[in-house]
């Protein structure tokens, strides 16, 4: 599969859009009250709460340069929160956007995978009957965060975990105030009828995005990882969905098992951050 700059344009759009849709609907939830939505340089700056993973820039530089006087306003107001700012910058947008960042003390923290699939013609998976997924009930909401907080918190190994200063209390407050936000499809997996997995995913305009996924680590390695995601590229067939999308840590685990599933790199984003002294 090939990518260029419309696919990727496409792909942060709709990131931007879930970003800036989460922080709206905490908002009008009432869970936070400094929320901050603004477009800038085709994209989204968003600001969520203290420490939210929405917390960033992304979509920039697809629709031109960046404009400063839009940049300084983000700056004003992430700083006046005590908050770092976070560029999630594709490698196919205008590169000028990454020369200004560099002049204003952005640094590049790390980088990130954008890898896609078709959801058609899906492989078998081989049916285990202890596994079972389901869509998450109201009732199960608590479960839901607690799984994703207990595996997310004990790492695997996988390239993705909770920054080093991120508190367990910090995990539940961020996951419970997610809830909140429409339009995600979250999953339960059990087994033997014990839930022991969690994942989710959105449905943006025909894109599935895959959305974090976690298992509590005394049932890793019994194919759970496998079953959640086979759900989820199933029922983004059924929806009609032409592309399925993942955002992992380059090499790791997790690109490892999407690659097995049929996913391929499409682009790569660098991680740039503005901290304050």
């Not at 600001?47 to 006087?69: E, T, V």
Request: charged share 30%.
């Amino acid at each position: 599969m090939f990518a260029d700059a419309t696919l990727a344009a496409r792909i942060d759009r709709a990131e931007s859009r879930l970003t800036s849709d989460a922080a709206e609907a905490i908002r009008d939830a009432g869970l936070q009250k400094r929320v901050v939505v603004m477009p800038i340089a085709g994209g989204k700056a968003v600001y969520a709460g203290p420490s939210a993973p929405m917390n960033k820039l992304i979509g920039l530089g697809f629709d031109g340069a960046l404009d400063s006087s839009a940049l300084d306003e983000v700056e004003r107001e992430w700083r006046d929160r005590a908050e770092p700012v976070r560029v999630e910058l594709s490698i196919l947008a205008d590169p000028t956007v990454g020369e200004v960042l560099t002049e204003r003390g952005y640094r590049l923290r790390g980088f990130e995978n954008v890898l896609g699939r078709s959801p058609k013609a899906l492989e078998a998976v081989e049916s285990k009957p202890e596994l079972t997924v389901e869509v998450v009930r109201d009732s199960d909401a608590a479960i839901w965060i607690d799984i994703a907080v207990n595996s997310f918190m004990e790492l695997d190994g996988t390239g993705s975990g909770p920054d080093d200063s991120t508190s367990r209390e910090e995990m539940v407050r961020i996951l419970s105030d997610f809830m909140v936000v429409p339009g995600h499809v979250r999953y339960l997996g059990r087994i033997d009828g014990q839930p022991v997995g969690e994942a989710a995913m959105r449905f943006d305009e025909g894109l599935a995005q895959i959305c974090g996924s976690g298992t509590l680590p005394a049932f890793r390695g019994r194919g759970m990882q496998k079953a959640l995601l086979a759900r989820r590229l199933t029922d983004a067939q059924e929806a009609g969905c032409d592309l399925a999308v993942v955002t992992t840590a380059p090499g790791s685990r997790s690109q490892e098992n999407v690659m097995r599933r049929g996913f391929e790199l499409l682009y790569t984003r660098a991680v740039l951050v503005k901290t304050w002294d």
